[in-house]
């Protein structure tokens, strides 16, 4: 594939050999609570369940879906108390490798626009998922609404993803041109976001129209 060894899920599970499913746990434990964006998360939830289908990981489906999503909780729950313990006293450096300012603002302004759904969609989007949690924590978000938000959405990516991989995992063509199947699997992430997007902009002119509606009146 076209990025470094440590972003190639393939590489990666086949290096961890008997270690895939517990260094695949890892990975997206750092990636979803340790401030460390820059993580093959979603293709290697991917890569997990087609190696199952495939047998070269020799677990069975339901342990990795219940140790992955676990591990996407968990993660996400060490980020919010890690906001909560420090706010936004890390991103100050503009220069800074991965602690960019930005990356909060950014993530403010999704989190300030979807509301607690934001828990759930920035699972499927890259850094935005790695950085939500802090702004959660920094702002004291209620935690039992943001375990409750969480939850669900490690269930949806943790075991969603890695359903998808097994269910796709038997079809040859997707083992033959994996790369393309992780290209694809980008494209899909992001349709939540799409579909949020269009519904956003319908509210909207909705609401402009019934504005008007009254101005008229």
Known sequence: MLMPNWMDPEFLLNWLGDWALWGTAAVVFIECGLLFPILPGDSLLFAVGLFIALGTIGVPLWVA???LTVAAFAGNVSGYYIGRALGTTLFRNPDAKFLKPKYIEQTNAFFVKYGPRALVLARFVPIVRTFITVTAGAGRMDPKKFFLWTGVGAVLWGTGVTLLGHALGRVKFIHEHLESALILLVLISVIP????????RR?????SSVGEGEVRV
């Not at 976001?193 to 956003?200: F, K, P, R, S």
């Not at 509210?203 to 609401?207: C, D, G, K, S, Y």
């Open 203 to 207: 509210r909207e002119r909705n609401a």
């Open 193 to 200: 976001m799409i579909v949020e997007y269009v519904l956003a």
């Open 65 to 67: 879906c219940v140790v």
